[in-house]
């Protein structure tokens, strides 16, 4: 319940899933969404220890898939016995969590590469929000006409303008909540790969097969 009012004067109805930090201290109503890429040990436990941190930060993860550079196929993440060499995985978390759940990935493995994107929606949150209360206006009117209809014909008239208008109320109830929740909950994609050991060059090894070469030629 409740109401948010933005910087602009316009006011947006609050409900449960319209948290506080769906609106930023600016009055702007903000939906961020970032990226990374992380070498790593074991993707496997990345991946486990990702979704788990994202839980403890109040989110979930949205969708993930692990699996091998040699097959390109998902594998079974709890199947021991199959190497993964990469995968992904994307969570959602609140959106004064994101911070936070990016930097929590500097405790996952080597962070190669990472962006973060933001947008302003505030102006389609306020129209979609200005549409739904109109849309209601107009439902609540028919109701109202309804209990007034002189005729069986009228009736019929207003029921069926009803069906329209509440229709088109859904609709702009659903994309309202759509935009409102990915304003409220911020999504993070991480790029797994596994680390490889380097292997380094024995030059020793270079000079002993070219010394035995020469020696080998000499005797011949």
Do not use: C, K
Request: aromatic fraction near 4%; charge should be negative; avoid cysteine.
């Amino acid at each position: 319940g409740g109401e948010i009012a933005l910087t602009d004067g316009s006011v947006i109805s609050g409900d449960a899933r319209a948290a506080d930090s769906a609106i930023t201290e600016s009055g702007r109503a903000i939906i961020a969404s970032s990226s990374a890429t992380v070498v790593v040990d074991d993707v496997r436990s990345a991946a486990e220890q990702i979704a788990a941190g994202a839980d403890g930060r109040g989110g979930y993860v949205e969708s993930m898939s692990i699996g091998s550079a040699y097959s390109g196929m998902p594998v079974d993440l709890a199947d021991p016995s199959v190497a993964v060499t990469n995968g992904w995985i994307t969570v959602r978390v609140p959106a004064d969590e994101l911070a936070a759940a990016m930097a929590d990935l500097e405790q996952v493995g080597e962070v190669t590469a990472s962006s973060i994107d933001r947008f302003d929606v505030t102006d389609q949150v306020v129209d979609l929000q200005a549409r739904v209360d109109a849309a209601q206006a107009s439902v609540d009117r028919l109701l109202e006409l309804m209990g007034q209809a002189g005729s069986v014909s009228d009736l019929i008239a207003a029921e069926s303008a009803l069906a329209e208008r509440q229709a088109t109320l859904e609709s702009y109830q659903q994309q309202l909540e759509t935009l409102e929740d990915q304003v409220a909950m911020s999504s993070l994609s991480v790029s797994l790969t596994v680390r490889h050991e380097a292997v380094d060059a024995n030059p020793a090894g270079f000079w002993d097969g070219l010394v035995a070469g020469w020696n080998g030629l000499v005797a011949t």
